[in-house]
């Protein structure tokens, strides 16, 4: 783990609060040489990812560092689990604002602890900056692909059904709780949301086990609506969903200001977004009850492109500038 | 590659700039889907390391963007030969100023290709985000080791050599220079200690070329005296270098205002630090010389602990608050 930082005692923090979070993986050496050894990988091919987290970009500075670790760390777990592959290890450059201390550093390491316990995976090397400017955690994952991936973009087929895991919206509705919006909800709702944005859930058991069965892939970032596009350019296609099949948390469905044509536009949701042919239906069924993680089916690919939101009645929304709405 | 920014047009940046960096990997699928494929390594192991780059910190705010983004993929490349390995691909997590426009990016994108070019990597994943903030590179590095590795920092035995790869204190003088220091360097002098600042060169050759040969080998980043420090102390051993046999670029010797003594404790070298037993000089010399890599033998580690900085009459030096000084 290098350090090239004037600050007095970075080595020492390597050492308090980093090294042990390597201690699992023979190949990261105590963090204290130029490299981490990743292993051989038996005829299993690897995977890597790479997201970073900046302060006032994507968490606020008050946000818990131990939570802000944690997400840095299960956006890229996520990212694995979309492409179908398990995460063993990660790096982590991290930049620590001048005027952050001691705790705040120690924190951040036990929420990485806790992930890891969570996770099954081990910090192998890093780099720490002390500087002037907000946080930044860029984490690199890497990991195992299950044998028949990768799932990838572009593999849906006209006329498959379209998924989504767990919920939608939840970390949109979480990060209006933070920013004083969503007056309508009660404490709970409002916690619920508000631990939804800080800490979502990879879907690390899912993606794997879709390996073989899904069509097409990706995690939701950018917003359900922004992401099925994603799918469906690369696979050539249009897609529609019934927007009353989209899944809601109490939360969300509860927040009169927060209607569903925004859900499906904000993103940091996290979930699994992929596409499967109607004959696989008892498969992802039985795929996502062994996974332990909900999953609906809420529309399908078509020829053409775009991405078409029907109501209830079967109606195509249109996308306004303040979200989507009746033509 | 991830982008979760609200800054427009970071869609395309990836599309212009990025994704063409891509295209020699076919498991970076252009940058499009959530991670990349490494590929099976054949029972070879693989090698990571991580190291970030900051404006202000490692690099000053008019420093070319081609020439920053190149000594940010080198400083990684350095560190896999200083474990004998051999990079392939390389993420980059990318903060961009605010204030930066998409000529800065492209000149950091044209760096990138260049060094690709010549040391054969390819970049496989990443993320930009646009913050207010200085710029930041933070680059993972992916090798391969050589058969017989990895080199380590504790290897070294009693009694064995001590060797540099090129020469030692250039990156701090460049540094000098680039502050308006060293007033007494000519301007060919200046020229070329800036540029060795600014684009070091990673030993690439000569790193896996040592397995099997050194004993022990790191990369000079702190300051040749700190690191045979932390290879000294992580085998257990003392070690000592003679002042005088320790290379000098023409442009160093000349500088009256930079003595041997604060060559020798200046950080930003990138060269290769190593040891092997004496029996292997010959071995050291044709690897050096195979590698087309300039190497002198320095000193010689002995049982006990520290660092010794022996002056042409084999008297200790001691170090003092201003750099290496006679007792």
């Not at 981490?36 to 987290?53: E, K, Q």
């Not at 109490?250 to 004959?279: C, K, M, N, Q, W």
Request: hydrophobic residues 45%.
């Amino acid at each position: 783990m290098a350090d090239r930082t004037a600050r007095s005692g970075e080595f020492d923090l390597i050492a308090r609060f980093f090294a042990p979070l390597a201690a699992a993986w023979p190949g990261a050496y105590g963090l204290e040489d130029d490299a981490a050894l990743l292993g051989v990988s038996d005829g299993i091919d690897r995977v890597v990812t790479t997201d970073a987290l900046v302060e006032g970009v994507h968490f606020l500075p008050d946000d818990p560092p131990d939570r802000v670790a944690r997400k840095a760390l299960r956006v890229n777990l996520s990212d694995l689990a979309a492409m179908g592959a398990t995460a063993e290890a990660y790096t982590l450059a991290l930049q620590i604002p001048a005027e952050r201390d001691d705790d705040w550093i120690a924190a951040l390491a036990r929420g990485l602890a806790a992930d890891q316990a969570r996770f099954g995976v081990t910090l192998i090397g890093g780099d720490t900056v002390s500087a002037r400017g907000p946080a930044l955690l860029s984490v690199t994952a890497i990991g195992r692909l299950s044998h028949g991936g990768p799932l990838r973009r572009n593999g849906a087929a006209s006329g498959d059904d379209v998924y989504i895991s767990g919920t939608i919206g939840d970390g949109g509705l979480g990060l209006r709780a933070r920013r004083g919006e969503a007056a309508d909800l009660d404490s709970v709702q409002r916690q619920y949301a508000v631990d939804r944005y800080r800490l979502p859930e990879p879907r690390v058991a899912l993606g794997p086990a879709l390996v073989g069965t899904a069509s097409a892939c990706l995690d939701v970032s950018d917003g359900l609506v922004a992401d099925l596009g994603h799918l469906a350019r690369a696979s050539g296609l249009a897609a529609e969903i019934l927007i009353d099949n989209v899944p809601w948390s109490e939360a969300a469905a509860a927040s009169r200001d927060y209607p569903a044509t925004e859900r499906i536009a904000a993103g940091d949701d996290y979930e699994l977004l992929f596409t499967a042919p109607p004959v696989r239906r008892d498969t992802v069924k039985a795929i996502a009850q062994a996974a332990g993680t909900p999953v609906a089916r809420i529309g399908r690919t078509l020829s053409g492109s775009g991405v078409r939101v029907l109501d209830s009645g079967g109606v195509a929304l249109v996308l306004g500038t303040t979200g989507w709405r009746h033509r």
